[in-house]
């Protein structure tokens, strides 16, 4: 049995040693292909020949839009949870202050009532939303693991029955309808607004776009003295500390970034849907987000990204077959179902998630000093 | 125990003078239990002191105290005379104090290299700013630590820079700490017991490069169990037992004290 799990952990890692020991200019290629391939596939003409791969009882765009959103949310708590090892399920507490934030900025039906674009609104928000994971990480990362958990846990649940509750800002559970659509200066070909109601596709291409500068940062941020310390952070601390590390600095660090990212995506949602409420926030969404990071692989970008693909799309996907083949398929119900099952599975076999945390070990340099005959050291 | 260490291994030369660090009439309690009584001792540049004690004599926890986890009840200790009691325990690093864990406390997911760069990052500058938008500073820093923990990495003699950290053999662990915590730039090394679980031809390699380490000018403060090392390398000794010093001075006299051999040297290894 161990044998087993052992063989099938191992094929991961030739796969990855494979992808690797391929050129520098190959490997962009393959990412530039994939890019192009991603920024195609709303495109009726085009996903309707991947019949295996498209969603067939959804909206494919919609479907895409809100998976690339989820990756989006995912690639911003894998800084956290991930990178620094800081166990945050208040992350959609984030989500939420970015949210709000656009719809307070920008809606007419608003207290405020100042009518910024949702452009403007949209740095607005990540700075509100990072300036509140300052507030919050303050005084909670002096605690650990399951105590920051719980503590944030807290932050989240507050943020939602606030939203729900207060008549003043929050406009209760009716919400703040009314938000404009992101840059309705653009126009399409029909020369209605680009950012529209019934096409997704736009929303997805800016989401896309927005995933790529993120993971770009965040990419910049983890090969770096950052994400070094992030990484001895999670390893251990009190070790961390004694190697020089600022850790507070760099754990409020993780924490605010991760908190942009989150209240970015809030922004993005806001944007689309036009409309919010504190329905928009609940618990178990902040508990997808954590389990698509773990099922990818935390402390990994990319993995992070297959992570929240799988836990978003291929349920809409399975939706799709199932009403081919004549099932009703309501993954809405069956979702955490089969996602506990996954879990555990994955927990077994592959407890470092499907592409684990490999730091990108060795560099040319290295490689090349690793070939180079040492001298006799001992 | 005692007479299988040879004289001729004592060092030649006087002890340097200078005072690096100060140990001042240091007393830890934690509750009712006092850790440290009323500790006092000078530790010079350039030297080698060996601390050594029956276990629970307070060695690890003195070192503790001097790297800032610990703060001592009663009494100070100063560093280059500023006191480094009641300080962040990264500044008390970049001050210029190193240490190795007895326990190796590696950063298991981390390679060796990035092991060793996490400790040359102690004295970077490049901000979140100039990491996000890859600044030039990111660059020089970047490459002169690499290139550093390159070089440390070979100075203790680990020859796979890639290699996670946990799939290193246990000697090359504990060489990967001495070299991570070189790579804060130390003028002291504090290592807290670098043998334990060594063979003896790995105790010969260990004692050259802690020689080699004090030729590269770092003083170098050794808790550690194993007395043929201890003397071998070794200028000056400092015993410690329930917590007091009871003796202070070069191997040779340290050896032939009679406090010494009743609290440690005299009863075999194993039970002490």
Known sequence: MNAHIEKVRSRGASMRARWDSMPRQVRWVALLALIVFLYLLPNRWFYINLWYFRTMESDMATVLFETAFFVLL?????????????????YFGFFAVGAYTVALLTSPESRFDIGWPWLAAVPAAVAVTMISGVILGGPTLRLRGDYLAIVTLGFAEMIRLYASRNEGIANGQRGIPQIPHPVPDVKGSDGQSLFGVVDARPYYWLT????????????????????????????????????????????LWAFAIGAAVGGLSGALFAGKQSFINSDSFQLTNSILVLAAVILGGAGNIYGAVIGAFITWYLPEWVRGIGGALGLEINVAEYRILIFGAVLIVMMIFRPQGILPNRRRAAEFADRRQEAAPTEAST | MTDT?????????????EALLEVDHVTLRFGGVVALNDVDFTLYKGEILGLIGPNGAGKTTCFNAMTGVYTPTQGEIRFNGQRISGRARHKITQMGIARTFQNIRLFPEMTALENVMVGADAHHKTSVVSALFRLPRFWKEERSGRDRAHDLLRFVGIARPGELARNLSYGEQRRLEIARALATSPTLLCLDEPAAGFNPAEKDSLLQLIRKIRDTGITVLLIEHDMRLVMGVTDRIVVLEFGKKIAEGLPAEVRDNPAVVAAYLGVPTDAA
């Open chain 2, 5 to 17: 260490v040879p004289d001729t291994t004592a060092p030649a030369k006087a002890p340097p003078r």
């Open chain 1, 208 to 251: 896309l776009t927005i995933i790529i500068f993120v993971i770009l940062g965040v990419r910049n941020l983890t090969r770096s003295r950052v994400g070094r310390a992030w990484v001895a952070i999670r390893e251990d601390e009190d070790a961390a500390q004694i190697m020089g590390v600022p850790t507070f600095k760099y754990k």
């Open chain 1, 74 to 90: 995912a690639v911003g708590l894998n800084v956290v949870v991930g990178f620094a090892g800081l166990l945050d399920l208040g």
